[in-house]
């Protein structure tokens, strides 16, 4: 019989879907164990679930399924929390008994929702435990929170999604990464203008690639310049405002704007699993500041320039001085 018992007056959730394991038995080895079918595992794999569909639709479920009752995001964060502490702290055994939660007041908030780096996982595990001690001791979530050593602030967006994300990691490895980010499906599916998938620019991308001796093998930084390069050589700048061609259409034009350029490398590197986003400002040139509009690769932990527009310019190296005005974006709307 699959059960939910709610323990709010003790300010603890106690979940149970049943018994799983028989308690005169020593616990199963993580390793080797069917992990998958206990009451935690059916916990991690809805979580898993949920990442998969924050990278499909850039957005979280609202309910997940849990031993057949769907609880809400809030509650699917708290107890997730618990559960991803459980795992560190009881390697062995945390798949067996039912799993007890504090009961807090929580809400998804976006602001400031991306850590723009990759952060070790222990970090982010001291940021679940001081969670933890404020939904025991406090009954509620911190919702703006920081990463140890790490900027900006953490909202509770960037929290579940990084929760869903190291539940994925679980699932296809059976151990937790190394390190972890928050923001990097949002920098990798289509948007409008930029669609890698298009076979104009897997056929452009893959030229790219064979120009530069580049294979899957090869590193992301490779990857990236060879990219860089090959739109930098291969296609021309034009002069007009704003997106007229998109990602396809410069491809086959063999040129465009600063706009039409950046979707096209985008649409690229995205292709190649390499995160990618625009960068907007008001960039000062010697004859003064300019809109303009540069398309920028996360490579070795850090966002790199890749500004097709300037025959001069390398990755990771731009023409203009200053800038003012700067707005980053995953998906341009002019």
Not at 128 to 145: A, P, T
Not at 243 to 257: E, L, S
Request: aromatic share 12%; net charge negative; glycine share 8%.
């Amino acid at each position: 019989m699959r059960k939910i018992l709610s323990a709010l007056f003790l300010g603890v959730l106690l979940v149970s879907c049943g018994e799983t394991t028989n308690p005169q038995l020593p616990p199963p080895d993580p390793v080797t164990s069917n992990w998958k079918d206990t009451d935690s595992g059916w916990l991690l794999l809805s979580l898993s679930n949920a990442y998969s569909q924050w990278e499909e639709t850039n957005k979280l479920p609202n309910v997940v399924n849990w031993c057949g009752v769907d609880i809400y995001v809030g509650e699917y964060v708290q107890a997730g929390i618990t559960l991803a502490l459980k795992i560190i702290d009881h390697p062995a055994d945390w798949m067996t008994g039912s799993l007890e939660y504090p009961h807090a007041t929580f809400g998804l908030n976006s602001t400031q929702p991306f850590i723009p780096q990759e952060v070790p996982f222990s970090a982010f595990v001291q940021l679940l435990r001081n969670q933890y001690k404020s939904m025991s001791e406090k009954g509620e979530v911190i919702l703006n929170m920081q990463i140890p050593g790490y900027e900006p602030t953490l909202s509770t967006k960037g929290l579940a999604v990084m929760l869903c994300h190291a539940f994925a990691i679980f699932e296809e490895k059976g151990v937790f990464p190394e390190t972890i980010n928050t923001w990097e499906s949002s920098y990798t599916h289509a948007t409008s203008n930029c669609n890698p998938a298009a076979p104009e620019v897997v056929a452009a991308r893959n030229a790219a690639w064979a120009r530069a001796g580049v294979t899957a093998a090869s590193t992301d930084r490779e990857k990236a310049v060879a990219i860089f390069n090959y739109a930098r050589d291969e296609w021309t700048w034009e002069d007009y405002m704003n997106t007229r061609k998109g990602a396809v259409g410069t491809i086959n034009a063999k040129g465009g704007n600063c706009c039409d350029l950046s979707h096209a490398v985008l649409a690229m590197a995205r292709l190649s699993g390499i995160p990618g986003r625009y960068f907007h400002a008001q960039c000062h040139y010697s004859s003064g500041y300019i809109g303009h509009v540069v398309s920028q690769l996360f490579v070795d932990g850090q966002w790199n320039m890749a500004d097709a527009s300037n025959d001069g310019n390398s990755f990771g190296t731009v023409k203009f001085t200053d800038y003012t005005s700067l707005h980053y974006y995953e998906e341009l709307d002019f």
